[in-house]
Structures are given as structure tokens and as C-alpha cells.
């Protein structure tokens, strides 16, 4: 056992906090960005529920990711900036980061993760990613292209650029070949349909 782990000063990366809009200063995000600490804020939870049934008081998550290991009360110097409340240590960055949008809790209101902050050149799509989210995202844009009758990629690609951002993550990473083989296969479909209507 190391010294610092002896006298209870395990340090660790990532640290995590609750913030109150109504008990943290009016900037407080800029005085967070101004740590030049990568960084994540949730989108405001403001419909999240007590075991009693009683709305939660409205509320963000913060995590931040150091470049080095920090103790936690380093952290907590950074969190007292913001009143945040509490002091965390995070033991799966992933899993908390998809914490913060209730991914993983469908029990729970599902907040979107593109309003999510990312500070400091974080990047909350990436630390989020799982294998199962793509074939999801590949399994939403063929019932995109279905119900909306595309058949172009192209077209496709645009509307992922402007209008679901993860959905153009994915197919700007590994999954345009599928996509492109079943457009492909779609178009020559429809095609051989309008064929054989005109035959009869």
C-alpha cells in the first residue's frame, strides 16, 4: 500500500459535483471554464423525481477530468468556486458521464445528451460512445430513410450534419458502408418495383 493511499489521500483523475442554480454565482459555468479543466455540465435537471413522487430540486451534474491525478481536496477547491455541493470521486468516467443524461435509467426522465457542455476540448460523445449505440443510431436512420422514402446517402448525410449530430458521428466513423449498401440495395428495390409495374 502506498503512503498516500495509508494516510487516506488516494488520488485519482476525475472528480464529480452537484450544482444548485439557486446557491451558485450567475457565471458560475465561466468561472468553471476558467479552471482550464476539462469539464462536463448536465443539462438541468429540473424533472427528476423523489422516491415520495415530489419534483427534485432543479440541479446539475459537473464532472471534471484532470490531466493528472489530484487529491480530493485539490478538487474540491475547484468546486467551492462554484458552490458546487459535495466532492465525488468518479470510479467509471463513462458510466457517470452517461449519468448525466439518465442513459442507462429508463426509469428515470431521459435528458438529451447534446445539451450536454463540454469544457476544455472534452468530449462527451466520444466518452459516452458504446457499440450498442451505433448499431442504435444505424437502426434509427434506416427507419429515418424508410419513413422519410431517402434513398440518396447524400441526402442523408445532410440532414445527419445539421440535424442529429450523432447520428453523422457514426456514420462519419464505421458506419457509412452499411448505410451506403442499404441505400444501395433500397433504391434498386424501388427500382425493380417501378419496373415491374410498368411491365403489367
Not at 476558467?34 to 438541468?44: K, N, R, T, W
Not at 490531466?67 to 481536496?73: A, L, N, P, Q, R
Not at 442504435?136 to 429515418?144: G, R, Y
Request: hydrophobic share 30%.
Amino acid at each position: 500500500m502506498t503512503q498516500e493511499k495509508s494516510n487516506g489521500k488516494g488520488r485519482t483523475r476525475n472528480y464529480a459535483t452537484v450544482v444548485y442554480p439557486e446557491s451558485a454565482p450567475q457565471n458560475w459555468q465561466e468561472i468553471l471554464a476558467e479552471q482550464f479543466v476539462q469539464a462536463f455540465i448536465s443539462p438541468l435537471h429540473d424533472k427528476d423525481i423523489n422516491p415520495t413522487g415530489e419534483i427534485k430540486k432543479e440541479h446539475y451534474h459537473v464532472i471534471l477530468m484532470f490531466d493528472s491525478v489530484k487529491t480530493k481536496e485539490q478538487a474540491e477547491e475547484v468546486f467551492q468556486k462554484i458552490n458546487g455541493v459535495g466532492c465525488e470521486v468518479i470510479q467509471s468516467i463513462r458510466g457517470y458521464a452517461r449519468y448525466l443524461c439518465h442513459l442507462d435509467n429508463p426509469e428515470k426522465h431521459q435528458y438529451e445528451p447534446q445539451n450536454v457542455r463540454s469544457l476544455c476540448g472534452a468530449d462527451y460523445s466520444t466518452t459516452i460512445g458504446l457499440v450498442t449505440d451505433k448499431y442504435k443510431a444505424i437502426s434509427e436512420m434506416i427507419d429515418f430513410c424508410e419513413d422519410s422514402d431517402i434513398v440518396s446517402y447524400s441526402d442523408l448525410l445532410k440532414y445527419c450534419r445539421t440535424d442529429r449530430f450523432d447520428w453523422f458521428r457514426v456514420l462519419c466513423d464505421n458506419g457509412t458502408i452499411v448505410i451506403k449498401e442499404y441505400l444501395k440495395s433500397r433504391a434498386w428495390t424501388q427500382g425493380r418495383s417501378t419496373y415491374s409495374n410498368d411491365r403489367k
